[in-house]
């Protein structure tokens, strides 16, 4: 594990906020409230039904983790009122919100949304659209956020002359498809602040693109070049340049001969892709062939922290993610 990987688990220890895990039927999930808890990384609600929960792992010290199960919870009818006057502009009635309470997604969400925890993991068993459609329906984005998008925070071997000490953050890798201007402009945004409060370096940001300032002339590049110019308007504090290729983000005299007198050519950390094939190849591509640890997707844009597994998951990976949704419920 990355000394990142180490320094994220601390801060989430001294946050002390509170997790809860949806799927707490599953057994990595319950195995990984177990550890959450035993290393004091978050405080940890495990939904679900408690004597399922003892069967499938009847090992397991849960005596500090809170079971709640959201179909017999007191909790029930309050998360129910709650949803409904959320979404009865959407057409959702009283009895169809009752019912889906009874949803552990949903109802993981109600509890953030009434502030009864700080974040919530799923994903081990659901799709990243069953994870995430709560979430953006009751939480929402963040204020200055248009964009729910996702990044990885990629931690080079220890020679990597690249990035801020060898850690990058790639954006956006595992969401959004085809982004617009605007949502590759949030998407900046929002990975430049995963930069700052999870990975902890201060971003310098390049918009990918297969043209440096103008070698190359397509609506591609129009896009990049234009998202460039929206993210110096809505958030003038972040150090952004673009279009730039990669090498002249990367290396610094390739940077100084492509677009001298910039402050990110050649040293950026924080790169922002086109759209999500030159994300999810690049992320991969350098997590295989430099054997650099991709800690992520990290979902980022919400008003609080949701953050969705892979269904390859192991307990660590559960653990890990869980640790990253602390820090990021951080104020």
Same mark, same amino acid.
Do not use: W
């Given at each position: 594990m990355s000394k990142l990987m180490e320094s994220i688990k601390e801060k989430a220890r001294q946050a002390n906020k509170r997790i809860v895990l949806a799927e707490g039927e599953e057994e990595r999930i319950i195995?990984?409230? /177990? #550890? %959450?808890? $035993? /290393? #004091? %990384?978050? $405080?940890?609600?495990?939904?679900?039904?408690?004597?399922?929960?003892?069967?499938?792992?009847p090992a397991a010290d849960l005596s500090e983790v809170n079971i709640i199960n959201p179909k017999n919870s007191d909790l029930k009818q309050k998360y129910a009122d709650l949803l409904y006057e959320l979404r009865k502009n959407k057409g959702v009635t009283q009895e169809q919100a009752y019912a889906m309470t009874d949803n552990c997604l949903y109802f993981g969400v109600l509890m953030i949304k009434n502030g009864d925890c700080d974040g919530m993991v799923a994903g081990s068993i659901?799709?990243?659209?069953?994870?995430?459609?709560?979430?953006?329906?009751?939480?929402?984005t963040a204020k200055g956020i248009s964009t729910v998008s996702s990044c990885f925070i990629m931690c080079m071997p220890e020679d990597c002359k690249y990035g801020e000490n060898g850690i990058l953050v790639f954006g956006d890798c595992a969401v959004n498809i085809n982004p617009s201007k605007e949502e590759l402009a949030s998407i900046a945004i929002a990975s430049a602040a995963s930069a700052k409060n999870i990975a902890g370096i201060t971003p310098k940001?390049?918009?990918?693109?297969?043209?440096?300032?103008?070698?190359?002339?397509?609506?591609?590049?129009?896009?990049?070049?234009?998202a460039t110019e929206l993210v110096k308007t809505l958030a003038p504090e972040i150090e952004v340049d673009g279009e730039l290729?990669?090498?002249?983000?990367?290396?610094?005299?390739?940077?100084?001969?492509k677009s001298p007198g910039s402050s990110v050519a050649g040293k950026a950390n924080v790169l922002i892709f086109p759209d999500l094939?030159?994300?999810?190849?690049g992320y991969k591509l350098v997590q295989r062939l430099a054997n650099a640890e991709a800690i992520g997707p990290i979902c980022q844009g919400m008003a609080m922290p949701v953050n969705d597994l892979s269904r390859g998951c192991n307990v660590e990976d559960v653990v890990c993610v869980a640790a990253i949704t602390a820090v990021q419920a951080i104020k």
């Open positions: 195995l990984a409230a /177990e #550890k %959450i808890s $035993k /290393e #004091k %990384i978050a $405080k940890v609600t495990l939904l679900g039904d408690a004597e399922v929960i003892k069967k499938k792992c659901n799709s990243t659209g069953d994870v995430l459609r709560p979430a953006l329906q009751i939480i929402k940001v390049a918009m990918l693109s297969f043209s440096t300032k103008g070698s190359a002339k397509h609506e591609f590049v129009d896009k990049v070049r234009e290729q990669a090498d002249a983000a990367l290396v610094e005299s390739v940077g100084a001969l094939q030159a994300g999810n190849i």
